[in-house]
């Protein structure tokens, strides 16, 4: 089988940019061979745009979701999944995430099929994701090469089907949970700084719109996700100067301990969040060590 891909677009009022990218896949060197997108119950010009390009384009497929109207992380998986479920008996080798505000490089996917190519055992890939905010390029977002955000997520498909797709999470933070259990069976995850890709919009719920309570709900996320103590101080240590300046590194640490009173166990199931908590400790390990060897 060729490098054949499926693509899953989940959306919901999202009349401002799924417009924009649909030409952008249009316009993809390498198109999808088939493309769910999942309308959440949008109360906009959402389906009629889809109705507009699906009638078009035949590998466009849109699916019409009736659910809650104020949207969570967990309608999100619930878009994603119910899309899967639609193209389980069509044949590809990878299984791509792509979120409705997403700019992609017009070889976006041929590339990463590329990097696939080069390495049997990478099972998610994807390009650095950059905001724009107002027309100007925010580079501050770069996270973990192992991490690649759930908005631009490829899979290769055998591994998507090996963790399950995506775990419906209370607090977030599905795209690294579905990394965490891929690594764990022993597929190597990967953003690629030479694929570019831009967010045209700030990482925000829109349920959730004050900063200060965005921070503490982050702290329930990384415990929610098994983060270790030590791991989870000093990331929030490494951010104290993000705005808002100091308050945004306490929110966070606050929510995580917050999270410990109330939740009790993380959301994860508890082999995966012992192997979460592993790969910190490792990684403060490895930190630990390589600056010990600078500083002989």
Not at 79 to 105: C, E, N, W
Request: charged share 25%.
């Amino acid at each position: 089988m060729k490098n054949t891909h499926i693509l899953i677009t989940p959306v919901r009022n999202e009349e401002k940019f799924l417009g924009f990218i649909i030409d952008n896949i249009l316009q993809q060197t390498h198109l999808p061979t088939r493309w769910v997108i999942v309308d959440d119950a949008s109360s906009d010009a959402t389906p009629d745009i889809l109705k507009e390009y699906s009638e078009k384009h035949a590998f466009i497929a849109p699916v019409r979701l009736n659910s809650d109207p104020l949207r969570s992380y967990g309608s999100r998986i619930n878009a994603v999944m119910t899309g899967y479920q639609r193209l389980t008996d069509v044949h590809s080798k990878f299984v791509g995430i792509l979120d409705a505000d997403i700019s992609l490089p017009i070889d976006y996917y041929e590339s990463i099929m590329a990097k696939f190519d080069k390495d049997e055992k990478l099972g998610v890939a994807g390009g650095l994701v950059f905001d724009v905010d107002n027309g100007k390029l925010d580079r501050h977002r770069l996270k973990s090469l192992e991490h690649v955000p759930g908005g631009v997520q490829m899979f290769r498909r055998e591994c998507f089907e090996a963790i399950g797709g995506y775990l419906s999470l209370q607090w977030g933070g599905t795209d690294f949970a579905a990394e965490a259990m891929a690594r764990k069976l022993g597929w190597r995850t990967q953003s690629f700084p030479d694929i570019e890709v831009l967010h045209k919009r700030k990482l925000m719920s829109e349920e959730v719109t004050n900063t200060f309570f965005r921070k503490v709900r982050g702290g329930f996320m990384d415990y929610s996700l098994g983060y270790s103590w030590l791991y989870h101080t000093l990331k929030c240590v490494s951010k104290i100067g993000e705005k808002p300046f100091v308050l945004s590194a306490i929110a966070r640490q606050f929510g995580y301990v917050m999270a410990a009173i109330k939740l009790g166990q993380p959301g994860l199931p508890p082999d995966l969040a012992r192997f979460v908590k592993n790969e910190q400790v490792a990684k403060l390990g490895n930190k630990i060590m390589r600056f010990y060897v600078k500083t002989i």
